[in-house]
């Protein structure tokens, strides 16, 4: 007898979100299947930061249902909440480090607020992190100040990692960063992907990003998730946002055609 498929990571069924009297999103669809990295890009004003913060349950959808790991967290007591929280794991675009900590203190926050461990098992679960994305052990040290861009953002998917989540959010990770140090940040997302199976949904503009390692994309538009599906298909869709987006001269450029 063949095993059950995994849920679905994320499953979101008719959401509507809105603040005040603004509609930001209505009758949103969305399933992000487990081990995929999803890409979702959409341009401004469409709500993916807002998207991603009504997931991650730092917004009240209007209406609609919310399913993380087939847990409808919607209708979910604080308790079950919680526990599906300690699953994610969230980088946010420019790190969010507190400037007073070390990157070992950084790193170590969500170990210190959800599990109760004596300091020797911090200490190691930090080295071990810092070693998953990268980082040499003297980084653990320093302040986020005495750090590159690009350091700060391994640090922050490090303190995302540190509670061994199944899904992370990557919210612009490549932001800043130059090509170089965007690509080695891909690569290490791909390599987290391929050898942990975790699941990534990441909020991106970075076309480089959308074509090196994306499974599938998300095109948020017109309040709702338009289309999602492998690059390879959206450069066929008749939508002028699309077509502007994946068949412009950057969209060409990340392709490898003529710009």
Same mark, same amino acid.
Request: aromatic share 4%.
């Given at each position: 007898?063949?095993?059950?498929?995994?849920?679905?990571?994320?499953?979101?069924?008719?959401?509507? =979100?809105?603040?005040?009297? @603004?509609?930001?999103?209505?009758?949103?669809?969305?399933?992000?299947?487990?081990?995929?990295? /999803?890409?979702?890009?959409?341009?401004?004003? #469409?709500? +993916?930061?807002?998207?991603?913060? #009504?997931?991650?349950?730092?917004?009240?959808?209007?209406?609609?249902?919310?399913? &993380?790991?087939?847990?409808?967290? =919607?209708?979910?007591?604080?308790?079950?909440?919680?526990?599906?929280?300690?699953?994610?794991?969230?980088?946010?675009?420019?790190?969010?480090?507190?400037?007073?900590? #070390?990157?070992?203190?950084?790193?170590?926050?969500?170990?210190?607020?959800?599990?109760? /461990?004596?300091?020797?098992?911090?200490?190691?679960?930090?080295? /071990? +992190?810092?070693?998953?994305? %990268?980082?040499?052990?003297?980084?653990?040290?320093?302040?986020?100040?005495?750090?590159?861009?690009?350091?700060?953002?391994?640090?922050?998917?490090?303190?995302?990692?540190?509670?061994?989540?199944?899904?992370?959010?990557?919210?612009?990770? #490549?932001?800043?960063?130059?090509?170089?140090?965007?690509?080695?940040?891909? @690569?290490?997302?791909?390599? &987290?992907?391929?050898?942990?199976?975790?699941?990534?949904?990441?909020?991106?503009?970075?076309?480089?990003?959308?074509?090196?390692?994306?499974?599938?994309?998300?095109?948020?538009?017109?309040?709702?998730?338009?289309?999602?599906?492998?690059?390879?298909? &959206?450069?066929?869709?008749?939508?002028?946002?699309?077509?502007?987006?994946?068949?412009?001269?950057? %969209?060409?450029?990340? &392709?490898?055609?003529?710009?």
């Amino acid at each position: 007898m063949s095993a059950r498929p995994p849920p679905p990571a994320i499953s979101v069924r008719g959401l509507r =979100t809105a603040f005040d009297r @603004q509609l930001i999103h209505d009758r949103l669809d969305l399933e992000v299947r487990a081990g995929e990295i /999803l890409g979702v890009v959409g341009g401004s004003g #469409t709500g +993916k930061s807002v998207l991603m913060r #009504t997931l991650l349950g730092l917004n009240r959808p209007y209406a609609g249902s919310i399913r &993380l790991f087939g847990i409808d967290v =919607t209708a979910a007591d604080d308790a079950m909440r919680r526990a599906v929280n300690r699953r994610l794991g969230v980088l946010f675009q420019d790190g969010a480090l507190f400037g007073s900590l #070390t990157v070992a203190e950084n790193i170590a926050v969500p170990l210190r607020e959800h599990a109760r /461990l004596p300091p020797a098992a911090v200490e190691e679960i930090v080295a /071990l +992190k810092l070693a998953m994305v %990268g980082l040499p052990q003297d980084a653990a040290r320093k302040l986020p100040a005495e750090l590159s861009g690009g350091m700060r953002k391994r640090v922050g998917l490090a303190r995302a990692l540190a509670l061994d989540p199944e899904l992370v959010f990557l919210d612009e990770p #490549t932001a800043g960063l130059d090509p170089i140090g965007a690509a080695a940040f891909d @690569q290490l997302i791909l390599e &987290l992907n391929r050898r942990l199976g975790l699941t990534f949904y990441m909020i991106t503009h970075d076309l480089d990003s959308l074509h090196a390692i994306c499974h599938r994309v998300a095109v948020l538009a017109e309040k709702r998730v338009l289309t999602i599906a492998p690059i390879a298909e &959206l450069r066929r869709h008749d939508h002028p946002w699309i077509v502007e987006y994946f068949g412009g001269p950057r %969209g060409r450029a990340a &392709l490898g055609g003529a710009a």
